[in-house]
């Protein structure tokens, strides 16, 4: 996966969604992914993909700067090979989940998670990615 990959997927997914602003994506590994999980949701295991909000503007240029999103290379290859799908598509849904919550949206309640998984598949299907799908927590 290429960056000029991963940010036409952030783009895409942030621009379905109106929203204008940067984001970091950070890959890491399961060790660190569950350290965060743990700090700062007081989850105890390693997940997929977690998103940090942040509503700042970079003083200098005026851009919004969105937030962070970490995913667990190790935990997606995991899935996506228990799923029987390639890592591409994994991280691709990975990337989307974490812009839209960037974007404001949550899967707090049934209708908030129809919601999301319903724009989450259109932006991954509109990308061409067919093995879309909702993340796991395997």
């Not at 942040?54 to 003083?59: G, N």
């Not at 990337?95 to 991954?124: N, P």
């Amino acid at each position: 996966m290429t960056l000029s990959c991963i940010r036409h997927i952030a783009k895409s997914s942030l621009s379905t969604t109106q929203t204008d602003g940067d984001v970091s994506i950070i890959f890491t590994n399961n060790t660190e992914i569950h350290n965060l999980n743990r700090d700062f949701r007081d989850v105890d295991a390693p997940t997929d993909v977690l998103s940090f909000p942040s509503d700042e503007v970079d003083p200098d240029s005026g851009v919004r700067y969105l937030g962070d999103i970490v995913i667990s290379v190790e935990k997606a290859a995991t899935q996506a090979k228990i799923a029987g799908k390639p890592l591409f598509d994994e991280i691709s849904m990975l990337i989307v989940h974490g812009c839209l919550h960037l974007a404001g949206f949550d899967h707090s309640s049934d209708e908030q998670r129809d919601e999301m998984k319903k724009l989450q598949e259109s932006i991954l299907a509109n990308l061409g990615i067919k093995n879309y799908s909702w993340p796991e927590e395997i």
